[in-house]
């Protein structure tokens, strides 16, 4: 059926909770460019920010023929809230962004049609099929529902030629003309040929850069730069092509233009000191480096191509050329652990960041982490909301949830702290003395915030070691645990596990009790089990079955096994699962039925590491 669409609304969501950086607002491009594409075709669009300004939707004097609502992954939650609203009230929706372009099944039980990666092509062609009551399957880059089946249409090749978009207008935005400090981002690349793990650059803009000519650039800044504060150059990777960005900054330069700018860029940008001298000389105020880790092997786990010494010269020169810098660091690998994140915070201090981010490593859609944390079923959280690298939302390897979330927050309050703030005020850098205080500010209500994410591991954590401990002889301190030594059969076991084990239960301060069927026929493992858990009856205070997780067939024969002693035994007889990933987590469960610290626990996990090497 054939509708009007006159008016469009475009709306980006506001974030879950405030971050370093939430008072310096940057518009998204994606929302103000499509925006500008439907005004040049007459149809009227206006752009809602949340951050800048959270109209009342329902007063809202734009009343829109269709909206459209972009979103990343810990926005989606919003987003879901914002199209449900919009459909109450018979106004079609479409979503588009990161998060909705992999799992537009999800987004489509929300609105009415997903548009999935470069929406510029796809966005006005959908609306002609609105209009006209066209064929949404010809339509490329659209997903929908069709008989209540999920339609994906093909992806279309990416837009080449960027110099082809309009400039985007920033006046469409809702109270922009109220602002008196506004930041605008200015596009003039797409794609990276990288392949950090866990982005989604490549999956949304491709391999291959694409760029806007100089001139092009040039043409943007003169229109939306000038009449801003900032600029932020928001390419994935700004610096790619070096020589193509030193030409711009002559231009800047020759042109006189004053104007205060920021870009992301990799490590790899501070090795060219013309580079450095150029944009220092345009404005460039500040960097946005990726570091992402000190521990070569992680930095070799995200394909980050690069060093700990080139971390440390990126700083350095960006530095000596009064280049700001915002560091970046990802916590979280199955490399890391917490000694690595207290090496960061000295060496982040001790390289003396302008600003810093130590961000949770996360699973985002798209990602090759997600996939492979999907297949690993590590997922530990599914609220889209923590999904801002800011929340542990996955099993680590070698950390539990909370210690990460923990540590990563201890982290943050290390670099941010009052000194620092004070060091900055002495130095009269007022714009980063304020950053470090709001850090220090959220920093602080993190800690003491009883409903937060993380007391919310905490309380889980120490919810399975009651479970645990319900198993425990009441009021009797554990000096003997009993292992059936055929148990070991019912998982991938090696010696070197075995061994660790064992060795890391003696540290804890117990007796451990191995018992065999020795030479006896048995018609089953599981029976031998059961005829060594008798035996253990009376050598041990408590026995241990470690079962190996994803062994769904051994786990319930444990079950019927359990059902076969007494009320007493069964308190006597622990199961607890173990994996590759998750061994570690067990091992800190496990220990905290004999001791209280998990400092203590993971110091002797450490130890016995070292002693006989790792568990898997």
């Known amino acids: 059926m054939a509708r009007s669409i006159d008016k469009v609304l475009f709306i980006e969501p506001r974030a879950p909770r405030p971050h370093i950086f939430s008072r310096v607002v940057i518009p998204r491009l994606g929302p103000v460019l499509l925006g500008t594409i439907l005004q040049r075709q007459g149809i009227e669009a206006k752009v809602v920010v949340e951050e800048l300004s959270c109209p009342d939707y329902a007063t809202l004097n734009f009343q829109p023929d269709l909206v459209c609502i972009s979103s990343i992954s810990s926005t989606v939650p919003r987003a879901y809230k914002l199209a449900d609203f919009y459909r109450q009230r018979g106004v079609p929706v479409v979503m588009g962004g990161a998060h909705s372009s992999f799992l537009p099944g999800e987004g489509l039980e929300h609105a009415d049609y997903i548009v999935c990666g470069e929406g510029e092509g796809a966005l006005p062609e959908l609306i002609s099929h609105l209009q006209e009551s066209g064929d949404p399957g010809a339509i490329q880059n659209l997903s929908y529902l069709q008989d209540g089946e999920l339609r994906q249409n093909p992806w279309r090749p990416f837009v080449e030629d960027l110099d082809s978009l309009p400039i985007p207008d920033y006046h469409l935005i809702h109270g922009w003309g109220a602002r008196k400090r506004r ?243 002495f130095t009269r850098d007022l714009f980063y003395a304020k950053v470090k205080a709001y850090g220090r500010i959220l920093m602080w209500r993190a800690q003491w915030d009883k409903s937060s994410y993380l007391q919310q591991l905490k309380s889980q954590l120490f919810a399975r070691v009651r479970q645990v401990r319900e198993w425990l002889p009441g009021g009797e301190k554990v000096r003997r645990v009993g292992i059936p030594a055929d148990a070991w059969k019912l998982g991938p076991w090696t010696e070197d596990s075995r061994k660790f084990l064992t060795r890391f239960l003696e540290r804890l301060g117990v007796e451990v009790v191995q018992e065999t069927t020795g030479d006896e026929p048995t018609a089953s493992t599981l029976q031998a089990v059961q005829m060594e858990i008798a035996r253990l009856q009376a050598k041990a205070d408590l026995i241990l079955l470690p079962i190996w997780q994803g062994l769904e067939d051994a786990r319930q024969k444990i079950k019927d096994l359990r059902q076969e002693y007494t009320q007493e035994a069964v308190a006597r007889l622990m199961a607890l699962e173990f994996s590759r990933e998750s061994f570690y987590t067990a091992c800190m469960e496990l220990g905290l039925c004999f001791r209280q610290r998990l400092d203590d626990i993971r110091q002797i996990y450490f130890q016995t590491q070292d002693e006989v090497g790792a568990p898997v």
């Open 183 to 425: 930041w605008v981002s200015i596009a003039t690349s797409r794609g990276c040929p990288f392949n950090c793990s866990f982005c989604s650059v490549i999956m949304l803009f491709g391999r291959k850069y694409r760029y806007n000519s100089v001139d092009r650039v040039m043409e943007e800044i003169h229109r939306n730069a000038l009449q801003a504060s900032h600029v932020f150059f928001c390419d994935d990777n700004f610096t790619a092509n070096g020589d193509r960005i030193k030409e711009l900054c002559k231009r800047i330069i020759k042109e006189n233009l004053k104007i205060e700018w920021s870009a992301q860029v990799r490590v790899e940008a501070a090795r060219d000191p013309e580079l450095l001298k150029l944009m220092a000389r345009s404005g460039c105020y500040v960097v946005f480096v990726g570091l992402e880790s000190i521990n070569p092997a992680t930095l070799k786990a995200y394909n980050k191509s690069q060093t700990v010494e080139g971390i440390r010269d990126c700083v350095i020169n960006f530095h000596h050329h009064g280049i700001k810098v915002h560091g970046m660091f990802v916590f979280g690998a199955d490399e890391d652990h917490y000694q690595v994140i207290r090496d960061t915070v000295k060496f982040s201090r001790k390289l003396d960041l302008d600003s810093l981010q130590y961000l949770i490593l996360t699973p985002v859609p798209g990602t090759k982490f997600y996939q492979d944390l999907e297949a690993q079923n590590r997922i530990i959280c599914r609220d889209w909301g923590n999904y801002d690298g800011h929340h542990a939302v996955f099993q680590p390897k070698q950390f539990t949830p909370y210690e990460l979330q923990a540590e990563t927050i201890r982290a943050m309050k290390k670099f941010y702290s009052w000194p620092s703030v004070l060091k900055r005020l």
